[in-house]
């Protein structure tokens, strides 16, 4: 500082609490028109030092915005003064950008300069710290692009007199005190915002209004920065004041207080002011008109605006989701540390059925921070799927449209809106649903082989985009196709299947050398077959303990969770032993008799003549696609055929069996 002869200033840092955007939102909600005009607003700043050492650091002088700053005055809180401000709301992001910054300085600079001439800035001189706000608003995003610009005079170069002292080294010890005293006993601290401090007789604190030439002493201004080697930005306007008021001060030595206040005790003490002797500037003009400077610089050093993103604390459907967030993210800090949340997350679900099973799994995904959710289905909502399926109301049974999985999807969205929901509705094609000839006498597709081709395509392409498959469907046959085509791809699947007092909850072995686990058809030695046929309405239904699907949905939502937390995924093994998984246990299956309230965890080997997950199987649907599934739904025994299966009941029909003698049993 010793070799510095010009005086530099250190301009505003704006600080925009949150709520300030919260109210401003509301403001640009609550307007008729889309009118651009000003607004009055307030901000406030604080001459107020953290330290009382005379050493102080450099700090530049903040100027906070808050909830209050549309008040309609302003409210004093200590030595809280206030910061007059415009606030311009511009309706477009391209008339934000595209206005002119210089001119709206200017404009603004304009109205304070004219409080300088009329003398008001003397009378109330905390009219002299001034800023404007041009900001848009985006009202879908909650985006807010802001800049703030404090306008000031320019000024010619500053040069000091001499080097800045502290104000106790200036002043004697007992003007120190009195200063002190007076300082304390302000009512007003819009008027210490800038005044006249004279020595004789005595040190005595004066209005601004009272400054003369003709009277020696000190100009004084609250200064909210802490540098001791610059002031803050008020001084600058008020250096303006001085040279409009008194001209013939130009170029003449003004001793300028700088107030900096530390509390002591409930005293405020003056340790850390200071003093600087300046040669009072001219103002720096171009053809007669004043030019003024302030436009504050962003967070890249850079003169230009900034953006404020509310939208995880404005947006209702980010609250949600942080909501959400908040309870799973407890889980993980206080019990489970090595919990991988986000693995959850971003796991794509689809759920194959849209009835009591898949609406009670959906809940439980969204519980565990499952976002991406799709339901398959191609029933309607009945009067009696309200009480079993948490998803559907009884409104839903009189909608237009009352498709199970478009409601179910919808429903997910009212309970989280963050989640990306979809329903679709499909019907499954299944062994021993034959579909006809492919092909018609004159030649091309017949109808349904064209409706059945476009269902296998959407199914393939739904699994395909898909990480998890859950089978939650009402027949067994239904689950044959999506098993394969799984398979085919190494996509995990989980298979929940319903007794009236059992149930079935298995995740699918994964394709790949030494799996040893297998799918939900590796026990079965014949295909499936239409399950439904010669049945009666009451035997169609599931029939079904209430309490079964509860705790078989809950059970594979959980098995998911384990298996997703395994380092292996899908491929880790059914070990009892293995706890690589933070959740603990990955079965490969459970099965459960609520009769009893007992549950088995039993491993199911991979059969090698799988009628769904066997390589020859696999190869069949991966090389000739829908023509293959054709074969199994119209040709009957197809699939036992190709696996072998015929060939080992034959052999097993030619074994002689030895038939005991009652004796033979005792």
């Not at 920065?225 to 008020?238: D, F, H, M, Y």
């Not at 040893?516 to 239904?541: E, H």
């Not at 025994?637 to 049993?665: I, P, Q």
Request: proline share 5%; net charge negative; glycine share 6%.
């Amino acid at each position: 500082m010793a070799n510095c002869e010009i005086l530099q200033y250190f301009p505003f840092k704006s600080v925009v609490d949150p709520s300030f955007w919260h109210k401003l939102y509301q403001v640009k909600l609550d307007v008729d028109r889309l009118e651009e005009k000003t607004t009055q607003v307030w901000g406030k700043y604080s001459n107020r030092s953290n330290t009382s050492s005379s050493s102080s650091v450099e700090c530049r002088p903040l100027m906070m915005v808050d909830y209050s700053s549309f008040n309609g005055s302003f409210e004093s809180a200590g030595n809280v003064l206030p910061v007059y401000g415009k606030l311009l709301i511009k309706n477009t992001l391209e008339d934000f950008k595209d206005c002119d910054k210089v001119k709206l300085l200017s404009d603004f600079g304009e109205l304070l300069w004219e409080d300088i001439v009329s003398g008001k800035a003397c009378t109330n001189p905390a009219l002299l710290s001034n800023f404007f706000l041009l900001s848009y608003v985006d009202l879908k995003k909650y985006h807010f692009f802001y800049w703030f610009a404090f306008p000031a005079v320019k000024l010619h170069p500053t040069k000091l007199v001499s080097q800045p002292r502290w104000l106790h080294d200036v002043l004697s010890e007992a003007e120190v005190a009195s200063l002190q005293e007076q300082v304390n006993s302000i009512a007003n601290w819009e008027q210490l915002s800038c005044f006249m401090l004279t020595r004789a007789p005595g040190l005595k604190l004066h209005p601004l209004k009272e400054f003369s030439t003709s009277r020696c002493g000190f100009v004084g201004f609250c200064d909210p920065c802490s540098s001791p080697c610059s002031p803050g930005w008020p001084v600058r306007n008020l250096m303006a004041l001085l040279v409009h008021r008194h001209p013939d001060l130009v170029g003449s030595a003004v001793e300028l207080v700088s107030l900096r206040l530390t509390l002591e005790g409930r005293n405020w003490s003056t340790a850390t002011s200071m003093v600087w002797s300046v040669l009072l500037p001219g103002v720096d003009d171009a053809s007669g008109r004043i030019q003024w400077v302030g436009w504050e610089r962003n967070e890249r050093g850079k003169y230009g605006p900034r953006l404020a993103d509310l939208a995880s604390s404005m947006d209702p459907r980010q609250l949600v989701g942080t909501s959400v967030d908040l309870n799973l993210k407890l889980m993980k800090w206080r019990l489970l540390p090595e919990l991988d949340l986000d693995i959850l997350k971003n796991t794509r679900c689809l759920l194959l059925g849209a009835g009591t099973l898949g609406c009670s799994v959906a809940r439980l995904l969204l519980s565990w921070g499952v976002l991406q959710i799709t339901f398959v289905d191609n029933g309607q909502v009945s009067y009696s799927n309200p009480v079993r399926q948490s998803l559907f109301t009884y409104r839903d049974c009189h909608k237009e449209h009352t498709s199970k999985a478009v409601i179910a999807a919808e429903a997910l969205r009212e309970i989280n809106p963050c989640v990306v929901s979809n329903g679709v509705t499909l019907t499954i094609l299944m062994p021993g649903h034959p579909i006809g000839p492919l092909n018609s006498e004159g030649g091309g597709e017949t109808p349904s082989a064209l409706a059945a081709r476009e269902d296998f395509d959407k199914l393939l392409e739904l699994i395909s985009s898909h990480d998890v498959v859950f089978l939650l469907t009402d027949s067994r046959e239904a689950r044959w196709l999506p098993t394969a085509l799984a398979a085919s791809m190494n996509k995990l699947v989980v298979n929940v299947a319903l007794g009236f007092d059992t149930y079935l909850v298995m995740r699918h072995g994964m394709r790949g050398a030494g799996c040893k686990l297998g799918c939900y058809f590796c026990n079965d030695v014949t295909a499936p077959g239409d399950s439904q046929k010669d049945r009666t309405i009451d035997q169609k239904c599931t029939v079904t303990r209430p309490g079964c699907s509860a705790l078989a949905a809950g059970l594979a939502v959980e098995l998911l969770a384990a298996t997703l937390q395994h380092p292996l995924g899908g491929a880790a093994p059914a070990d009892p032993s293995d706890e690589s998984s933070p959740l603990g246990l990955v079965p490969h299956s459970i099965r459960g008799f609520l009769s009893e309230f007992r549950q088995m965890m039993l491993p199911v080997q991979k059969f090698n003549s799988c009628i769904a997950c066997s390589e020859k199987v696999l190869g069949e649907l991966e090389t000739r696609g829908f023509e293959f599934l054709h074969d199994v739904l119209d040709v009957p025994n197809y699939l036992e055929n190709l696996t072998g299966l015929t060939d080992l009941k034959e052999d097993f029909d030619d074994t002689d069996v030895w038939e005991l003698s009652d004796s033979d049993v005792e």
